[in-house]
Every structure is written in structure tokens, then in C-alpha cells.
């Protein structure tokens, strides 16, 4: 599966940004994707999952609230809507895909370690 990652950019601090991850290749297997991010000098983290077999989501504690995940499974795409954006969320953001069906919150985890990560899409907030 190929992923590709947009919608980053720089946004004022509260701000708002939608990001998208199309999905191609073997798409029909995806069950689990997410987004990650990685800022300098900083470990990737997970952000956000879903699931499509039952639309189960994970959100970060960091996040909570604020980022809202979604999918479009007729095209291939995760979304991620992030509002009251804060400075300490600029970082590179990825996302993955995985076929697996095990509870979003696992398929997260998993998927960070073996993720097979596109080039990312940098979102950057001013304060």
C-alpha cells in the first residue's frame, strides 16, 4: 500500500488544518489506519487511529478534544481535522495502514513500529 500525506502548512496558534492521507495499491486488505507525528528531536508518536470494521477511534490524551479522525473508505482516504491548534503540536505528520482487525487502540501501537511511512506533511504553529 502506497500513502500519500497533505494539508499541512502554517497555521497561527488556535488555528485550524485538515490533514489527508490517500491510500493506494492494495487498498480492498486496509482495515486500521492512522496518523503519527514526529517533531525534532522527538520519538513518532500516534496521534489518532481508526477502524473500519467498526469505526472504533483512538485519540492521544494530547489531542483529545481537539483532533478529530474520519475515513472515506470509497476513497481511500484518512482524514485528520485538527482545531485549537498549539504550538507544541508542529511536527512532521504521517500516516499508516494495516490489515489486521484487533482493537484500534493495539492496531495503533502496532502500526507505529511497522508502519512503512510516505514523506509526511509538515504542520508547523506559530504562537
Known amino acids: 500500500v502506497h500513502l500519500v500525506e497533505s494539508g499541512g502548512g502554517l497555521v497561527q496558534a488556535g488555528g485550524s488544518l485538515r490533514l489527508s492521507c490517500v491510500a493506494s495499491g492494495s487498498t480492498f486488505s486496509i482495515i486500521a489506519m492512522g496518523w503519527y507525528r514526529q517533531a525534532p528531536g522527538k520519538e513518532r508518536e500516534g496521534v489518532s487511529c481508526?477502524?473500519?470494521?467498526?469505526?472504533?477511534?483512538y485519540y492521544a490524551d494530547s489531542v483529545k478534544g481537539r483532533f478529530t479522525i474520519s475515513r472515506d473508505n470509497a476513497k481511500n482516504t484518512v482524514y485528520l481535522q485538527m482545531n485549537s491548534l498549539k504550538p507544541e503540536d508542529t511536527a512532521v505528520y504521517y500516516c499508516?495502514?494495516?490489515?489486521?482487525?484487533?482493537?484500534?487502540?493495539?492496531?495503533?501501537?502496532?502500526?507505529?513500529?511497522?508502519?512503512?511511512w510516505g514523506q509526511g506533511t509538515q504542520v508547523t504553529v506559530s504562537s
Open positions: 499508516a495502514a494495516d490489515p489486521r482487525d484487533w482493537p484500534v487502540h493495539t492496531m495503533c501501537v502496532i502500526m507505529g513500529l511497522t508502519g512503512s
Open positions: 481508526i477502524s473500519s470494521s467498526d469505526g472504533s477511534t
